[in-house]
């Protein structure tokens, strides 16, 4: 015997898929740890993903701002304007301290003078 759901169980099936369709999609967590350590170092943590907008002009420059790391640390996990939040699950407190200290330490890189002075 085929039963029809009722009205009320069409519309509680109907709200329960679309409750998921509203939370946002979950961050990879992030791969290249030295086999021999275990260690990912917050350069390479910086390159392989904040680099992806930060050094290509999507998101601002990070290196040469000082930045605390409470700071930035807040920023990452919490997300900022365009900025997504990172969790713990696609970056870890230890990798995140490393890329921290990076940037609070680090110089403001260097740009290249067009060759013809303009």
């Known amino acids: 015997m085929n039963r029809k759901p009722t009205p009320a169980a069409a519309v509680l099936i109907a709200i ?3 409750a998921g369709c509203n939370q946002q999609p979950a961050v ?6 030295n086999v021999a ?3 990912v170092s917050g350069n390479h943590t910086y ?3 904040c680099g992806q907008c930060h050094e290509t002009g999507v998101g601002p420059m990070l290196r040469g701002r000082q930045l605390h790391p409470q700071l930035f640390t807040q920023i990452v996990r ?3 304007a365009a900025m997504p939040a990172f969790p713990a699950s696609a970056i870890t407190d230890a ?8 940037i609070q330490s680090s110089a ?3 740009t290249e003078e067009p060759a013809n002075g303009n």
Not at 95 to 102: F, I
């Open 28 to 33: 990879a967590p992030i791969v290249g740890t």
């Open 47 to 49: 390159d392989t993903v």
């Open 37 to 39: 350590t275990g260690f």
């Open 95 to 102: 990798e995140l301290n490393d890329v921290a200290q990076l």
């Open 78 to 80: 919490n997300g900022m």
């Open 108 to 110: 403001t890189p260097q």
């Open 16 to 18: 329960a898929a679309l």
